[in-house]
C-alpha cells in the first residue's frame, strides 16, 4: 500500500469530506466540515502561505496537515504544522510524509521556528520528539454535557452592562474586531499575534462559515463591545466557544464568565447538546470560570517547537 502526500484539492467534494472525516476522528474537540475547510485555506492572509495537506492510501484520504507562517506575529520567520492521521491508519507512513513535506515547505517560505500542537498520548509525543520537536506549553479541551448536566443560572449584569448578539453588530463589525484584537494580543501563547488587518479580520473571523453570530454573546458597556464569547456551530447538536474575551479596562467584573453563560444558555435552548472549549493550561482565570459551569477536561494538547538551521 502506497501513500502520497499532496494538496487538498478545494473543489473536489471527495477531499474535503475525507479532510473532515480524519479530522472528527483524531481531533473530536474541534468543528470541521467541508466548508470551513474550504474556507480556512481560501480566505487565510496571503502571507500566510497557508497549505492543507493529505495524505492518501490507495485512493483513501487518511491524513491531514494545515501549515503556514504566523503572519500576524511581530516576530518574523514563525511557521506551523498541524499533523493529523486518522487513529485507524496511523504507522503507515502518513504522518511522517506529512511532517517533512510540511517542513521542507515553510523552510524554503523563510521559516526559522517550527511550531506543532500535539495530542498528549504516548504514541503522538513519541512521533514529535523522534522528529526533532521540544515540548512547550500544554493546552486542554474540555467538555459540557449539554443536554443532561445543569448550567448555573445566568448572573444578573453589572449596572451599566447590557447582554447583545454579535448578530446586533451585523452592520458595523468593527468595534467587535478592535475587542477581539485586545484580547488575542493577552492570550496565552508561544506565538504573539497583532490583529491589524480589518479586512482580513472579515474574511477570515467574521464570515466564518462555523460562526453562530446568533449564540454569540457580547457584553456591552458605554455603546461598546467591552466582553464576548464567540460561538461556533456546524449545524448538528456540537457547539464550540472559539474565543472568550474582555477588554483590559474592564477584567475583573465577572463579563466573561457573564457572557459564555449567556451563550450556553442560548446553545442549550437552541438544541444544542455537547459544548467544547480549549484553554491555555496556565490560563487560571479562563480554567475557573469553565470549572464553574461545569466543564470537564476531555483531553490534553501539547504546544512542540523546532529551530531550523
Excluded at 498528549?120 to 500544554?138: K, L, M, T
Excluded at 467587535?176 to 474574511?203: G, H, Q, R
Aim: overall charge negative.
Amino acid at each position: 500500500m502506497t501513500v502520497i502526500v499532496r494538496d487538498l484539492r478545494p473543489g473536489v467534494r471527495a477531499d474535503l469530506e475525507g479532510f473532515a472525516r480524519v479530522r472528527h476522528a483524531a481531533l473530536p474537540y474541534i468543528l470541521f466540515t467541508p466548508d470551513s475547510i474550504v474556507h480556512t485555506l481560501t480566505r487565510s492572509h496571503p502571507d500566510a502561505r497557508f497549505r492543507s495537506l493529505v495524505a492518501e492510501e490507495d485512493g483513501e484520504v487518511v491524513g491531514t496537515a494545515q501549515v503556514g507562517l504566523a503572519h500576524d506575529s511581530p516576530e518574523p520567520g514563525q511557521g506551523f504544522l498541524n499533523v493529523y492521521v486518522h487513529p485507524d491508519r496511523t504507522r503507515h507512513g502518513a504522518g511522517g510524509l506529512l511532517a517533512r513535506t510540511a517542513e521542507e515547505y515553510l523552510a524554503g517560505e523563510g521559516a526559522t521556528k517550527l511550531f506543532a500542537w500535539v495530542l498528549d498520548e504516548p504514541a503522538n509525543v513519541a512521533f514529535a520528539e523522534r522528529h526533532g520537536y521540544a515540548r512547550r506549553r500544554s493546552a486542554h479541551f474540555l467538555r459540557l454535557d449539554l443536554a443532561h448536566g445543569t448550567l448555573p443560572p445566568l448572573p444578573a449584569a453589572p449596572p451599566g452592562v447590557e447582554l447583545r448578539t454579535a448578530a446586533d453588530f451585523a452592520d458595523d463589525p468593527r468595534p467587535l474586531f478592535e475587542l477581539d484584537a485586545e484580547t488575542v494580543a493577552d492570550e496565552p501563547s508561544d506565538i504573539d499575534t497583532e490583529f491589524t488587518d480589518y479586512e482580513a479580520w472579515l474574511a477570515e473571523t467574521w464570515r466564518h462559515p462555523l460562526l453562530n453570530r446568533e449564540l454569540t454573546t457580547v457584553a456591552v458597556s458605554g455603546g461598546r463591545p467591552v466582553a464576548f464569547s464567540l460561538a461556533y456551530t456546524d449545524g448538528g447538536t456540537r457547539y464550540v466557544t472559539a474565543m472568550t474575551g474582555t477588554a483590559r479596562a474592564h477584567r475583573g467584573r465577572g463579563l466573561a464568565g457573564l457572557a459564555k453563560t449567556d451563550s450556553l444558555h442560548r446553545a442549550r435552548a437552541a438544541g444544542r447538546t455537547e459544548a467544547f472549549t480549549g484553554n491555555d493550561a496556565g490560563n487560571g482565570p479562563m480554567l475557573a470560570i469553565n470549572k464553574r459551569l461545569g466543564y470537564e477536561v476531555c483531553a490534553t494538547e501539547v504546544r512542540y517547537v523546532r529551530e531550523l538551521g
